[in-house]
């Protein structure tokens, strides 16, 4: 009979640990606190341990070294088939059948974030899924983007330069065509002018 932890379900005749349907981020911490039930419910106790933990010392108020979760024999994680990204953090995922700890689901990309030194910080929240990850990038103003200090130097041949030559103030300087950071007037560079005087005018762009 499978044991059930929410969001998780044990069974032990075919060793999947098979995960709710509509999730698609697992914890690591609370995976193994899922495991530590289930090894000891009433069907569990007559088989094999289904996997171990290790880490989570104290390093000061909140702050923990990751956790390790290693799936002993058979087990393995299965999400459900759909066509959906998948991701397990919060710690290490090891183990399984040939080192793989999660089983194959039709449809489905699994993203193991792994680290090898890891510490988990006390918060508040749940992890996020893909899709607020990308409605985080894609509300991002370019104007963030220039006080952070992280990444390349700031360029029109980037992505950030992609968006801020269809966004910000443009002029025409000569030959020039001068595109400026998100304050519309200090320059972020430059750009050649081709012209042809026989060519056919420009008046406007719509979006059809």
Not at 84 to 96: K, M, P, S
């Amino acid at each position: 009979m499978p044991y059930y932890s929410e969001p998780f379900t044990f069974n032990f005749n075919t060793s999947l640990i098979a995960v709710d349907s509509g999730v698609v981020d697992v914890d690591c911490n609370t995976l193994y606190d899922a495991i530590k039930l289930a090894q000891w419910s009433e069907e569990g106790i007559i088989y094999e341990r289904i996997g171990k933990g290790s880490g989570l010392d104290d390093l000061g108020p909140g702050v923990q070294v990751g956790i390790t979760v290693e799936l002993l024999g058979s087990w393995q994680l299965l999400f459900p088939t759909g066509n959906y990204i998948a991701r397990i953090a919060g710690g290490n995922l090891v183990g399984g059948p040939g080192g793989d700890p999660v089983a194959y689901s039709a449809g489905v990309q699994t993203l193991l974030i792994q680290s090898a030194n890891s510490t988990v910080v006390s918060t508040s929240g749940s992890i996020p899924t893909a899709t607020q990850i990308a409605d985080t990038v894609l509300k991002r103003s370019t104007s963030n983007v220039e006080a952070s200090g992280t990444g390349d130097t700031l360029s029109l041949k980037s992505l950030y330069g992609m968006i801020a030559q269809g966004v910000h103030n443009t002029q025409v300087n000569g030959s020039k065509l001068v595109i400026t950071k998100s304050d519309d007037s200090t320059t972020l560079g430059e750009r050649t002018i081709t012209t042809d005087a026989t060519a056919l005018p420009i008046t406007g762009l719509d979006s059809d």
